[in-house]
Structures are given as C-alpha cells and as structure tokens.
C-alpha cells in the first residue's frame, strides 16, 4: 500500500514539475512549487490510506459480530 503511495505521489510531483517547466516558470520556483505540492499529496494520500484501513477493519468486525450472534 505504501509503495502505491509514494508512486502516485511520484508521478503527481514530476507532473507538475513538467508543467511548470514549460510555463515557463524558473527551475528553482518550478522545484519549490512541485516540492510543496509532493508534500501536500502524500500527507493527504496518507490521511486517505489510513481512514480506508480503519473502515475496512471496522467492517470485518462488525461482520464478526454478526457472525457470532
């Protein structure tokens, strides 16, 4: 699961970079631009991974639940 993450994060920051690049924009602004950006992605990437985890595991355990009763 971390290793899709870091990749979409990858391939999201380069993107970017690519884009600012041929804006026009200044390599030194286009990597502070993308770097923030790359930053912001896989916080928000983790966050989203995380609360998938904990509902999948609230699921088995409801389901466990039912199961038994």
Not at 21 to 36: D, F, K, N, P
């Amino acid at each position: 699961m971390q290793s899709v993450i870091y990749q979409l994060t990858l391939v999201i920051g380069l993107a970017m970079l690519a884009i600012l690049l041929i804006r026009g924009v200044s390599l030194q602004e286009a990597l502070i631009r993308s770097g923030l950006v790359l930053v912001a992605v896989l916080f928000l990437l983790i966050i989203a991974g995380n609360i998938l985890r904990l509902s999948m595991r609230s699921r088995e355990t409801e389901e466990g639940e039912i199961e038994e009763s």
